[in-house]
């Protein structure tokens, strides 16, 4: 029977800690962003508040929250900087790639000490420039360079995604690889999470011997086939809900953030072109606040339900009684789905936001230019494609298969990999 661990107290320390620094990463967050990265001293911060602690395993020392509870912490540290949201969330979500390598992987990862997050990925969709060769006692990696890797600058290993071909047609492996053997571009020159330091990468001696414990089929990662050596009902649980439901709470935190920000800033500002000497005092913007406040309400609660469901599935699937497959199929495709309404949701929120704050709101010190920019990006992150999500989503709801893809997003995860084979 799985121990259903009271992390209660724990989280309401760290969402203490976070809301403590919160003002200095709000005041950090322009040299971040003109540095295209955060700086040492705000992971080691964010590293001491517990936020790289809250998708680790209790076997290495993680506080291992619930999904649900993890939502909490990435919406609280997205509502004072996005891009400190951001690094939080992947480096909590990314945790599953890892644990699903297998237990000799997990050891090194979590097995030893660090400031910030454990591990980053990288290049997992299906058009990789990355190659796999097996060869004697391991695998031989040319390639790249692996683009968009969050977190990469800060964690000891980033997971490349690679393909491989035995002959039988290519398919996708993950790679972990000691950071000592990458080199980093400095190409993350965005519109916003400019912070994030999501920069491409690409092995420091052009290829790469890796022994063979380190190179993963990724439908073994995606299906959970392999022993982890963890007990814990997240390790279970489906990973898109995991990672998505979190994106989510990252959006809505932003807007959260965004709109605190607006009400801060209006008191006694007039609106030019009216007698109102108040902006908080004029019905326009009390119709706006309504609206603002229903888009991130609606976003935030399908964020909460799809976490409170991904863990009571986890919890199924650690007791040996998992969701039947065409449920979880069609949960995981909902959660895409709805996390890519509530990016939109949000954006639109704090769009509203900046289009009421006056031209002075778009200042590069100004947060609600920021949050506007960050918002944005998260929908048009690769995994957050609105049309094609909705399609999947309805296809299913209408009774037809999904479109059949490999990568980190892949639907088609329920079968054994033997069968994909």
């Not at 799985?2 to 322009?30: C, F, H, K, Q, W």
Request: hydrophobic letters at 40%; a negative charge.
């Amino acid at each position: 029977m799985i121990e259903i661990i009271d992390n209660s107290e724990r989280l309401a320390t760290v969402l203490d800690r976070v809301r403590v620094l919160g003002p200095t990463l709000r005041e950090r967050a322009l040299d971040a962003e003109r540095a295209g990265r955060h700086s040492s001293e705000t992971i080691a911060d964010l590293d001491a508040t517990g936020v790289f602690d809250i998708g680790s395993p209790t076997e290495f020392g993680g506080y291992e929250f619930s999904v649900r509870q993890q939502l909490d912490v990435v919406s609280e540290v997205a509502k004072w900087d996005g891009s400190c949201g951001w690094t939080v969330w992947v480096g909590a979500s990314t945790n599953w790639i890892p644990a699903g390598s297998g237990a000799r992987n997990v050891e090194e990862v979590f097995g030893s000490d660090w400031i910030g997050p454990r591990v980053a990925a990288s290049s997992h969709f299906p058009a990789s420039r990355g190659r796999a060769q097996r060869v004697e006692g391991g695998w031989e990696i040319t390639g790249g360079p692996w683009t968009f890797g969050s977190d990469s600058l800060w964690a000891p290993f980033t997971n490349l995604g690679c393909i491989a071909d035995d002959g039988n047609g290519p398919y996708l492996v993950g790679v972990q690889v000691p950071r000592s053997e990458l080199e980093f571009h400095d190409d993350w020159h965005v519109a916003g999470m400019r912070a994030t330091g999501s920069v491409s990468s690409s092995l420091a001696q052009g290829k790469l011997f890796v022994p063979d414990y380190r190179v993963v089929d990724f439908r073994d990662v995606v299906g959970g086939n392999l022993d982890s050596g963890l007990a814990g009902s997240l390790w279970k649980a489906p990973t898109l809900g995991w990672a998505f439901s979190l994106m989510a709470g990252m959006s809505v935190g932003i807007a959260r953030g965004a709109l605190d920000r607006f009400l801060e800033r209006s008191s006694g500002r007039p609106i030019r072109g009216t007698t109102y000497k108040n902006q908080l005092e004029a019905p326009l913007t009390h119709l706006m606040l309504t609206e603002v406040h229903t888009k991130i309400q609606s976003a935030a609660l399908m964020a909460q339900a799809n976490a409170i469901e991904t863990d009571r599935l986890g919890e199924l699937a650690a007791a040996g009684t998992p969701a039947d497959p065409d449920y979880l199929q069609l949960f995981s495709t909902r959660v895409l789905a709805e996390t890519a309404y509530a990016a939109k949701w949000c954006a639109e929120a704090i769009e509203l936001l900046q289009r009421n704050s006056g031209s002075t709101a778009i200042m590069d010190f100004e947060p609600i230019q920021r949050a506007w920019r960050d918002a944005r990006i998260i929908t048009l992150h690769g995994a957050l494609n609105l049309e094609a999500l909705s399609e999947n989503f309805g296809r299913i709801m209408a009774g037809t298969k999904p479109h059949e893809f490999e990568g980190i997003t892949t639907l088609d995860r329920f079968a054994p990999a033997a069968a994909k084979r």
